[in-house]
């Protein structure tokens, strides 16, 4: 695709803007996916024909047929990343480029046409443009913003769909975990899997996040804020959570998270904060590590803290785990230093307080 695409959207402003005072009290503390920007973006795949009818418009309802592929075999793939206010006013995404490509590589894992990344970064760069007064300048706030892709044709045949939507849409949004603790609890799924080794896990399609509900659901009933899964295999090898990859500190100072296997989504958010870990002259490694030796670990003081990471949870520490075998807490079940080091060097990286030697930011205006 050339540098140009720019030029293949139409765009057509919204008629019906939320006014601005209306827009300043929803950006106050917007619960997270609920308060959506004035626009949407939108492209067209229809095969023989490729991608057209690139569009940023008001937001508004899909036409949709009952019998839209999409309904009946789950061919859908999502992506989540985030835009921030700078201190000069200024607005910026954060590595817009790997979530194209993690995009990509979700679309052929589900057999979907793969929308050139040149596409992909002018939809989400257009619409925060677009929507630029809707990212939050309040700290910690950012304009979540949500590429999807979903099969429209209309058939039931059990096959790759000839015709696809793609959309972008943007909500503002604050802390992903509302509770007044800094630490989360979480649960330790014995009963149900994620990804086993041959399937999705490592893409981002909806299908797995239906997977986790049930998963998640327990975790909500055993009084836990996320679950995380083990390996499908041997039901041992700690993987992730249901919406957030998974780091741990040790008491040499090094931290260790589990590798790249195929089942596990490659976050975005983990891999920056290897580099930023290394960065500091950390060791990282990773590496699989079971739940039993999780347990005793943190029972020993071997393991000082252990975090969840993602675009939507950022950084958060991980205090308490429970399970039907397992129960243990982390350091004092608080907020680890290393952890809030790492959280920092993020944070004030995306938010434009710190310099960017990787040059992840991608500044819109
Ligand atoms: N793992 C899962 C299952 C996720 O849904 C997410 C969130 O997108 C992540 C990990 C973290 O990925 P990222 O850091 O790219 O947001
Ligand atoms: C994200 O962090 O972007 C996700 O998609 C995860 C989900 C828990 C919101």
């Known amino acids: 695709m050339s540098s140009n695409v720019e030029a293949v959207f139409s765009i057509e402003p919204s008629q019906h803007p939320v006014a601005a005072a209306e ?7 917007p619960a997270f996916g609920r308060v959506f920007s004035d626009h949407m973006a939108t492209i067209r795949y229809t095969e023989g024909k490729g991608w057209h009818d690139a569009r940023i418009a008001a937001r508004g309802p899909f036409e949709c047929d009952p019998a839209m592929q999409v309904f009946h075999y789950a061919q859908e793939i999502f992506e989540g990343m985030k835009a921030y206010r700078l201190p000069d006013g200024g607005g910026a995404l954060f590595r817009p480029d790997a979530n194209a490509r993690r995009f990509r590589n979700s679309a052929r894992r589900l057999a979907m046409p793969e929308l050139p990344e040149a596409l992909f970064l002018e939809s989400v760069r257009e619409l925060v443009r677009l929507d630029r007064e809707w990212i939050p300048t309040v700290q910690g706030g950012s304009l979540y913003l949500r590429p999807f892709m979903m099969a429209t044709e209309v058939a039931l045949g059990v096959k790759p769909a000839a015709e696809y939507l793609y959309c972008v849409t943007a909500c503002p949004v604050g802390a992903y975990f509302k509770g007044s603790n800094p630490a989360v609890t979480i649960w330790v799924s014995d009963n149900y899997t994620r990804a086993a080794p041959g399937g999705t896990g490592e893409a981002k399609c909806g299908g797995n996040y239906a997977a986790s509900l049930l998963a998640q659901a327990e975790a909500s009933r055993e009084g836990c804020d996320q679950v995380v899964f083990l390996d499908a295999v041997e039901r041992r090898w700690v993987e992730e959570l249901g919406g957030m990859n998974v780091f741990f500190v040790f008491d040499d100072g090094s931290l260790q998270t589990p590798p790249l296997t195929g089942t ?25 590590y079971s739940i039993d030796q999780w347990q005793a670990d943190a029972r020993s003081g071997r393991l000082r803290e252990a975090f969840a990471c993602g675009t939507a949870a950022v950084v958060t520490p991980i205090g308490t785990v429970k399970g039907h075998k397992h129960n243990f807490t982390i350091g004092d079940g608080g907020a680890g230093n290393l952890t809030m080091r790492l959280k920092n060097a993020l944070v004030d990286l995306q938010q434009g307080r710190a310099a960017d030697p990787h040059g992840w930011m991608d500044r819109l205006f």
């Open 23 to 29: 827009r300043a009290r929803l950006l106050e503390n």
């Open 264 to 288: 596990i989504l490659p976050g975005i958010t983990r891999e920056s904060l290897i580099v930023l870990a290394r960065d500091m002259g950390l060791t990282v490694r990773e590496e699989p």
